[in-house]
């Protein structure tokens, strides 16, 4: 069985891809797990940057197949956060923090100007530089106060097209429809029908 390691140190994120590749024909191993800790600095010009960059760097580490994502939230009122949604604000904020934030700036902003999306580029990286990336969005708009328990980061005020906030869906609703679990179920459909360049 290939072992397929998760280049993040975010227990959200290593909870979600858990959930996203239980099916699925991999050894999935944590850093962690293989015995190391790495930060890499997330200075790339956007997802797909800061993916690969991730990406790599754990793979090489790990002398195994890596799988990294870089996500955000992207706000029409704000042009934004984007790629930098995990340092919106001061860098002291936590996740609430960050959401409170947005809340405020948005308080004066008419439901009919609230659109937002999850934007996920999923990047798939082999020891010797090779990489795939895979790339998918989640459409809906901004709340006016949070909502719900589940999920992390923006998902208590992320509004879906049912009304509900991300953090209101169980996570087998969210999988199915998220940015994060398209763009993963797409790098493992790539990597089962190209087999044997998982392998190598």
């Not at 029409?76 to 959401?99: C, K, M, N, Q, V």
């Not at 049912?162 to 398209?182: F, I, P, W």
């Amino acid at each position: 069985m290939t072992q397929l390691l998760l280049a993040t140190n975010n227990p959200g994120k290593v909870r979600e891809m858990r959930r996203l590749l239980i099916d699925e024909p991999f050894e999935v191993v944590t850093p962690l797990e293989l015995g190391f800790s790495l930060d890499v600095v997330e200075d790339g010009a956007g997802y797909s940057e800061n993916a690969t960059l991730k990406a790599l760097a754990f793979a090489k580490t790990g002398n195994c197949l890596a799988l990294a994502d870089d996500s955000g939230i992207e706000v029409d009122a704000l042009g934004g956060p984007g790629p930098r949604s995990a340092r919106y604000g001061d860098p002291s904020l936590d996740d609430e923090g960050r959401t409170q934030l947005m809340l405020r700036e948005l308080a004066r902003v008419p439901d009919g100007e609230r659109g937002a999306r999850y934007r996920a580029v999923v990047a798939v990286a082999w020891p010797d530089e090779r990489i795939e990336l895979f790339e998918a969005t989640w459409e809906g708009t901004i709340g006016r106060k949070m909502q719900g328990t589940n999920g992390f980061g923006y998902d208590p005020i992320f509004r879906t097209v049912d009304g509900r906030s991300a953090a209101e869906l169980s996570s087998k609703e969210k999988d199915a429809v998220s940015h994060r679990g398209q763009a993963v179920r797409a790098a493992t459909r790539w990597l089962r029908e190209n087999a044997e360049l998982a392998h190598t």
